[in-house]
Each structure stands twice: as C-alpha cells, then as structure tokens.
C-alpha cells in the first residue's frame, strides 16, 4: 500500500473542517527524541483539543493515505514518536486533550485524558487519598497516553503490574476515524475481546487512544526503604524470595545495584551521598509499603536479621527518615544519569525468567569479555526480572572508540537473552529501534498473527508506519 | 463462508494421520451444559494427547472447513461449549493434556496445561508454598484453559484479578492449526501487540489454548474472616473503602449478602447454621489475607469498632477459628444452590461501576416491581462491582409461571445496567447465550474490530463459530 505525504493541500483540506489553532507550525522538538538516534519529520503538526478533531484528522489521512504519528510527552527510548523516512506523516500530538476527566475514589478509578502528564495524574489521584502506582524516571514529562501505547513499566511493576494492568478502559480512534466508546470503570466485563489489552502497547499502530480509565489503589499506609548487600545475585533472588514470603504484596519495589552503577555515580556525580562506604559487588533497595499499624523500620530489621542468618544479606542500611529514604532512592535513580555521562557502548531494555538472572550474568560477563574490553553495568528492576544490561568502555576508553564492535555486543547480548526465554524489550517497547530484533527472534507464528491483526484494523497501513511491526 | 460437518469421512482422514485412542465415542456428556439450556451436537469427538495432535486436528479441519469446538471442564454458564445447531464440529477435549509443566517458586509463575483441573493447579501452587488465586466454585472439574478462555473471575478478583491478569504466557494452536510457542514466564515482555490477552476471553474462538504460564502470588501467612451487618448497599461500599484505606490489599475478598439469599438458604437447606439470628436486610462477608506478625482478628475487630463509629456496620461475627471461617464462607457459597433450588425466573452476572451501585439496586427494585410480583436475590462480588442479580418468583409460585414475562425480566435489568454503564456479562462470558445481548449493548466499533479481528486470524470461521460473534 503506498502512502501519501501530508502536503500543504492536505493540511488546507484539514483547516476547512476544523477549528483554528489545531494545525501548527512544526517545532523541532516534535521531530525529535532523547536518544538522538533518529531525526523525525512531519508534513503537518496538529494540537486537537477533542476527540472528534482526532476522529475528523485520522479519518481524513486514511481517506488521503497519508501516516500518522500520535505524540504524546516526546520521552519514548525506542523511537516510537519520531518516524525518520517515507512519506511526511500527520503528527497528532495529544498535549490539549490533557483533563482529568473524573476520580471515583470509591471505585478506585480515575479517568484521564491521553495527553495528561503522568505527574499529574498521580497528584490527582493523591488528591483523592489513592495511588496511581505508575512510576518512572520521566514521569514528570511523559503523557498517560504515550505511557499507555507503550505498556510502560517503571519501579512498581513488581506489586501493581505494567500498565496494561493498570487500565479498565479506553476511548480511542480507531485507524478509520471512528471513536471506540469503552471507558469502562469496571472491573469485570467479559463481553468480547480484549481490544483495551491490544490497543495498550501497540505503540500507536493500531489507533490513537484519547483517554482512560485507570486503576487506583489504596494508599500504603506507612512505607520503609532499606539497601541490603547480598553476596551474590543468586542471594538478591533468594531474599527476594524470602521477602515476599514474610510480607506478602508489601514488597513494593526489589532493585538490583551492581558495584559498577555505585562507581559510575561515584565517578560522574561525587557529590551524590553514598549508603557505603565500600562500594558492594552487588546491593539490593527494598521498598516497602505496609498498612496501617505495621511498623516498616522494624519488618525491615526483621527481615535483615533472618536474611542474614540465611546467608543472604551481609550488611544494610535501613532508612529511619524521609531524608534518609530520598537519598538510597536518589542513589537508584541517578544511575541512569551516571550511565550516560559515561557514555555506553551498547545499552540492553531486557528480561530474564527471575530463576535464571545468575547464569545469564555470569555467561552475559563471558560473552563480552570474549569480544574485548568492556565494563558492565547490570542493574534494574530485579523484582520483575528486568534488568538493564548496559555495556562500557573500559576505563579510559570512550564510547567512538567502540563504534565498530557496538552492533556485535548488541547481538551478543540480544542473542543470550533469546536463548536463555527472555526478552529483548521489556518495558521500552519495540518503537522503530527494536523491530528488526523482534523479526529476528520473535516467534513466526506471533508476528505473522500481528501483522494480520493490523492489516485488519489499519487496512491502508496508516498509523504509525514502520513502529513495531515492518512495513 | 459455508462451512461443513464433521462426517465419518472426516474422522477416516483423522485417523490415519493421529495415534490411536485420539478419537473417541461420543458421550453424552460432551453435549451438555450445566444450565441445560442448549443441546449440543459433535460429528467427531477427538482427545488429543499432546500440543501437535491438537495443530493436526485443528489444521485438518482448516483445510475441511470443519467448525471446532475446544472443550474443557464443560462448567461454563454460557454454552461456550455447546454448539446446538450448525454442522456437526469436531470437539476437541483438552482433558488428556493435563500436566503441570513446571513450578518455578522463585519466578512465582508455574507451567499448567489446558487441560489440568483448576483445583490440581491450586494444589500444586500450594506444594510450592505459593498461592494460585484464581478460586471458584466449579474449581474441582473445571480446566485453566477453559477458565483462560473465559477470563473467568470469582471470588479473588478484588485482591488478585481477573485470570487474564494471572497469565503470563500461552502456548495455543491458532485456527490455521499453526502452534504459537507463547509460555513466557517473564512479568515484563513489550515486544508487540498482545496476542495473549487478545486469545484469553476469546471462548475458543481464535484458537485452542493448549497450556499458559502462570503467575502465582505469595501465601498470606495469616488469614480472617468476618460478616457484617451494613445498614444499606451504600454502606456496604462505604465500609468496603474504609477496609481498603486501613488494609490495603490485604482485602482479598468483599461479598455482599442479601437477606433473600439467606431466607432462601433457610428454607432450602435449613440443616446450614446461619450467623445471624434474623437474617440481616444487607451484610458482607469479608476475608482477608494478611503478612506474618500480623492479627487478623485483632484487624477485624479494628475495622468492627471504626466501621461502628462510622455508622457503616451494625452487627458482625468475626470467625475465631478454622471451622468458623469455613461456616460462614458455607453461607456464601451455598447460596447458588439455593437459588437452584428455587428456581430463578431470570438470573443475571452483571458488573456496574461500583459508586452506581445504590442506585442501580433502587432502580432495579422499581423496574421489576413494575412486571410483577417477584423476588429478588442480589449478592455477590461488591469488591468487582459484580453483582448477581437474579429474579426469582414471589413466594408460592413457580418458574414456570413466569413463562411468558422472562424475556421482559432480563430485558429490563439488561437495560438498566447498560444505561448505567454495566456490563451484561461480568465474569461467566458471552457463549452462545449472550451473543444477542452483545450485539444489542455492545459499542458498534468495537464490534466492527472485533468481528475485523476474527476474519483476520480465521478467515474460514472454523473456531467455535456462533460463540461471542453472531455468524
């Protein structure tokens, strides 16, 4: 199916059916992402303010086969939102179509619309005494309905699933231009298929989603933060374990820190306070939030103490104030930034089944070393067996002097986690970064099921072209 | 498309191409539901042994356009399972592929077939000090696959989900008889659209789910459970946010009772011991699962005084033993066979946003009160908002004699719960039984999608054709 760019006659077609100020000029940021992989383009920007423009746009690219490339906070990792060649597309970028359209703390439901910033939706569900427990680094800037294309993950998957299980329902434009009513705020309804569960990670090939219905939960009454140094990976997993035995679901956040994260920081961010004084081989922070009457600082000490005589923790640090908590999150959450300022040669989104994390560190260490020199930061959200697998420089080289081994390592990597059932995105998604990785080691009969399942939703293969699937 | 009976023919190419012993006589019972409501018909009735004898059937009858009836525990509620007219389909039982693949306690997931029984999946989470949530009341005949392929519910939801939220990973034989190798053990996989959740719910009708990767959940080391007496349906809900906000999750199941179903147990089985001695207008069952250190009579009693002070309970009973706990969940799960033994004049498994709740019971009241004489016995999961709602005769008549005025009953509380913005089918699925209702209340484009969805992946329509979708 050919495509169309989206001329100026097009966008003349478009301003004659709808209101001023919908169709803009095209910023730079908009054709931009923060990696700095792929430059974007666009025939037309449009800022509709509601659901019918977004109806009355797609409608009218389908009919002129023109692409569309829904926008929503611009903070994909995989290039999602920027489409690099073919035709120019449509850019619908969501960010006035942005109301919190109802909270039913009863019900434990808030429905937002796509272009809402996740920060706010979590404020207005504090707002109401619930948690929106969807957490990640750019939350501040991110939009729900780009957190809802791509199944985003984040620190609280372990206790409250990825998105897709935070969502009871959606409006959406399908890739004809009809609106999909299904705003459901319920939480059983087994009348047909899951189109909710479709439209969420389809990373905006399958139509635009305009808003939701999310999930609240209620609000942990107290929470303790602690960071244990295990001896070993396999000892992280065993207290994992041994956590979620003692205090069931109250395990809200398991994070793996590897002595190579602690050093990057110690060497790019020497300001950053760090919780020891030796940096440990590995360490893990554990978040707990418990209800009322329980006492976090002491169900931690308990938990130190009986790892501890399992043989699965060696020292620890228990937060005993919000400062003290703020600063171990901080140590997390600056890993990224030490990362790259470092500058890696080769960074991996993965998942492992949670049993075999330590055979794939140990063979992911000797497949690298085997390509050469190289530092390994492996750190993440161990709770949910996703790890991210970041590749470096050895000390004193720079990322360029690796540009010749960089697609090698990747594969290296991508090829190990395929072996050993895991997966090569596991909360980024598949954006246009990743779509030869998913021919290359997704299951045939999978693919050829999506690709029937979007010929039959996007016919003329307008939404998002090129993002998930090949053209 | 025409398609064509399962003849004898049919079975002579089957059995050239599979073991012996695949192929069975038909027993009556393959061809009958728990309602008795529809009569089934099979030309072929097939036991497949292993994933690959269940592709040749399904391919065969592909290439026959032979339609496909997947059976499980034959427990559904919607005649999923029974195909009363049409040309004579294979059916194919899943009960001979039945293993546990694997339990990994650590990963908290564990590897049934389609075929295991539910109750065998529970018990062999347990083995592994692991809990498998997913609880109901055909739990010792029905199969995971077919609880997969409906979606089913029951009395967990509240804390741990729907079963599409329990299931990780498939493996399942599409309608081209093509093997899709899904089991993924891992809690984060953003790699495409979601064919898992898309065949979990689809009752058959996009292929034969063969085996799924489950999540399991940790043990609540102490649990408690308690009715209460509410002052109203408003209340009921009232105490059901109070409970959350002081326990969180640690509320796994929030039943409300009706004073109809406890009179009708009283009359029906009057040997069961009722914890109250004038059945209350509204009470709840509560349970809850909580972490070591924990008490949960002492939670109990807590949640008691506060509800008091608050005006949302009057009266309570908190179990203070194991056969306590037993008798008062007897209450709750006895009421099912006394409405059958009642006889009900219409029954419905509806959802409705939960803060509607009051209302909706009003409503409800006026509109069947403006039929007839009736009595109405409403209960269920009030945590899920799922309610079952059932009309049943006045006192000294029969079902028979409402006859002719059931179909305005289910029409008028069908009605009302659409307005309402309900559902028609909470957790028992659409079958053949509700497919009308789907195309009545369903929203047309997502109808559109999901009949685009079905030609997509069986173009032939081969897979349990007149369930979910009309023909």
């Not at 059916?17 to 919908?22: A, K, M, Q």
Request: hydrophobic share 40%; glycine share 10%.
């Amino acid at each position: 199916m050919t495509l169309n760019p989206a001329t100026p006659d097009f966008a003349n077609q478009l301003s004659a059916i709808l209101p001023d100020g919908v169709l803009r000029d095209i910023e730079p940021r908009y054709l931009e992402e923060p990696r700095g992989r792929f430059n974007g383009q666009a025939g037309v920007l449009a800022l509709p303010q509601t659901v019918d423009e977004v109806a009355t746009l797609v409608r009218s690219a389908n009919a002129a086969r023109v692409p569309v490339v829904p926008y929503g906070g611009g903070t994909g990792l995989v290039c999602g939102q920027v489409m690099p060649d073919g035709p120019a597309p449509l850019l619908i970028s969501l960010e006035r179509i942005a109301a919190i359209r109802g909270v039913y703390p009863q019900e434990n439901v808030l429905v937002a619309e796509a272009g809402a910033i996740l920060a706010d939706v979590q404020t207005a569900a504090q707002g109401a005494n619930r948690l929106f427990p969807l957490s990640l680094a750019s939350e501040g800037s991110a939009q729900i309905g780009g957190n809802l294309s791509t199944n985003a993950g984040g620190v609280n998957v372990l206790r409250y699933g990825n998105t897709r299980e935070l969502c009871l329902g959606l409006e959406a434009v399908l890739p004809n231009g009809e609106i999909w009513h299904g705003l459901s705020r319920l939480r059983k309804d087994n009348t047909g298929y899951d189109l909710r569960g479709l439209l969420i990670g389809a990373e905006g090939t399958l139509g635009v989603i305009t808003a939701a219905a999310l999930k609240l939960s209620p609000v942990p009454a107290v929470r303790g933060t602690a960071m244990f140094v295990v001896p070993s990976a396999q000892a992280a997993l065993d207290l994992l374990s041994f956590a979620r035995d003692q205090l069931g679901e109250a395990v809200s956040a398991f994070e793996l820190i590897h002595r190579q994260g602690l050093e990057f920081l110690a060497e790019t961010l020497p300001q950053l306070r760090q919780p020891f004084e030796r940096a440990p081989e590995w360490c893990v922070l554990i978040e707990l939030g418990l209800s009322r009457g329980q006492d976090p600082e002491q169900a931690l000490a308990d938990l130190f103490e009986a790892a501890v005589g399992d043989g699965c923790a060696l020292d620890g640090v228990i937060a005993q104030s919000e400062t003290q908590r703020n600063e171990l999150w901080t140590v997390r959450e600056q890993i990224p930034e030490a990362n790259r300022l470092i500058g890696s040669v080769s960074s991996h989104d993965i998942s492992i089944p949670l049993s075999a994390i330590p055979e794939f560190i140990a063979r992911g260490g000797e497949a690298i070393a085997a390509l050469g020199a190289f530092r390994i930061n492996c750190f993440g959200h161990l709770g949910d067996g996703n790890l991210h697998y970041n590749v470096f420089p050895a000390s004193g080289k720079s990322r360029e002097d690796y540009d010749a081994q960089r697609s090698e390592v990747k594969r290296a990597v991508h090829d190990l986690v395929h072996q050993m059932g895991g997966s090569i995105s596991a909360e980024h998604g598949v954006g246009r970064l990743k779509v030869e990785d998913v021919e290359r080691y997704g299951d045939p009969v999978r693919l050829a099921a999506m690709r029937a399942i979007k010929q039959a939703l996007d016919p003329n293969g307008i939404m998002n072209p090129g993002a998930v699937l090949k053209v």
